[in-house]
Nanobody, 128 residues
Framework: QVQLEESGGGVVQTGGSLRLSCEASGSIFRPNIMGWYRQPPGKTRDLVATITISGKTVYGDSAKGRFTISRDNAKNIVYLQMDSLKPEDTAVYYC??????????????????????WGQGTVVTVSS
């Protein structure tokens, strides 16, 4: 069972930067898709960015041009570099992994019935 642990949240001023990290542990399985979602106070959880093992990325509209997602496949860690932060970026940021496909070693692994895996969340507060 893959477990996700986020780190790197905190308080930053408008225009500042933060880097979030998320390490997947507890299994030799490497999910193909990992990424970040966020949930501002009183709002729904929305996509920030995802990345595949091969490096293909997808960004939510709010992240385009300011955030960069990257991944260390050997360590099973995904990063989110956030620059030019705005007060509206204030949210709980959740690490995400799709365990339905990935790799065990170099071998493809599929588990169609698996459920999404989420971290416990890390709080980012951008002060004006």
């Amino acid at each position: 069972q893959v477990q996700l642990e986020e780190s790197g949240g905190g308080v930053v001023q408008t225009g500042g930067s933060l880097r979030l990290s998320c390490e997947a542990s507890g299994s030799i399985f490497r999910p193909n898709i990992m990424g970040w979602y966020r949930q501002p106070p009183g709002k729904t959880r929305d996509l920030v960015a995802t990345i595949t093992i091969s490096g293909k990325t997808v960004y939510g509209d709010s992240a385009k041009g300011r955030f960069t997602i990257s991944r260390d496949n050997a360590k099973n860690i995904v990063y989110l570099q956030m620059d030019s932060l705005k007060p509206e970026d204030t949210a709980v940021y959740y690490c995400y992994a799709d365990p339905r496909s990935g790799l065990v070693g170099d071998d493809p692994y599929l588990e169609p019935g698996a459920r999404d895996v989420w971290g416990q969340g890390t709080v980012v507060t951008v002060s004006s």
